[in-house]
């Protein structure tokens, strides 16, 4: 099939509309208030309430964590001086998941092995958690072990 942008376009709609249909199950279990399945207007505020509250709760512990001249930013010096701090920090976090839930020793999480690792980093590193970027901490995502998976096939 040649991309066009009719393809294109009919592609970004189904996947606003599967995305608008089906949220993830834990947003549904924390924000679907009638049980229907799907989150309604009121819903999707309450969900973007939270969301915008979390944010800011973890700017403040970055703020907090490394604005050392109290400017109420983080300047290009200062990020510069946290991501190493931070990228260690994720890295001996990755090892000890790694290290808990990797049941055939290949150094990556399969689906299987990664389903209390969530749950674990949460109740073990939740700053972590809330920082966490899924690449940093899980090796590749559920799409990328598909894609992977989709690519050793062909070859």
Known sequence: ???????????????????????????????DQDGDGLLSESERNNLKQAMSQRREAVKAKMLKRFDSDQDGQL???????????????????????????????????????RKGSREWL???????FALRKAKACFGKGPRGQKREAKKNKLN
């Open 1 to 31: 099939m040649c991309a066009n942008a009719e393809n294109i376009e009919g592609n970004a709609k189904d996947f606003r509309a599967k995305a608008a249909q089906a949220p993830p199950k834990r947003i549904l279990d924390k924000f």
């Open 75 to 113: 300047s290009p010096e200062e990020k510069n001086a946290a991501a190493p701090i931070l990228a260690e920090e994720r890295k001996k976090i990755k090892a000890a998941i790694v290290e808990q839930f990797d049941k055939d020793n290949d150094g990556k999480l399969s689906i299987d092995e």
């Open 122 to 128: 949460k109740q073990n590193h939740p700053d972590a």
